[in-house]
Nanobody
Framework: QVQLVESGGGLVQTGDSLRLSCAAS????????MGWFRQAPGKERDFVAT????????IYGNFVKGRFAIFRDNAKNTVYLQMNSLKPEDTARYYC?????????????????WGQGTQVTVSS
């Protein structure tokens, strides 16, 4: 069992940056592929980024276009999402997730554990 707690969301303006954190507790954090997803009101939960156990492999959603970076610190059991050049369309609740699969995956169905999310609101 893995418990995930996100933090770092907030209200920012267009062009600002935010760093989201996801602290994990429970079984060995480094065993898991970690991902970030987001969900805006009335929309499906979309893939944002994923990272493998040692940070050597990452995948990003098409909309990211170099603005976001996912990284992890296994010693701190934490995965991060650095978000730069934020836009109003980035407004959503951001969720951290853990997958027991070996390879990174963009499929939300492949993630076994989810946090409660942190709200990011970008004003124009």
């Amino acid at each position: 069992q893995v418990q995930l707690v996100e933090s770092g969301g907030g209200l920012v303006q267009t062009g600002d940056s935010l760093r989201l954190s996801c602290a994990a507790s429970g079984r060995a954090f480094s065993n898991y592929v970690m991902g970030w997803f987001r969900q805006a009101p009335g929309k499906e939960r979309d893939f944002v980024a994923t990272i493998n156990w040692n940070g050597g492999n990452t995948i990003y959603g098409n909309f990211v276009k170099g603005r976001f970076a996912i990284f992890r610190d296994n010693a701190k059991n934490t995965v991060y999402l650095q978000m730069n050049s934020l836009k109003p369309e980035d407004t959503a609740r951001y969720y951290c997730a853990a997958s027991s699969r070996v390879a990174v995956t963009t499929n939300k169905g492949a993630y076994d554990y989810w946090g409660q999310g942190t709200q990011v609101t970008v004003s124009s």
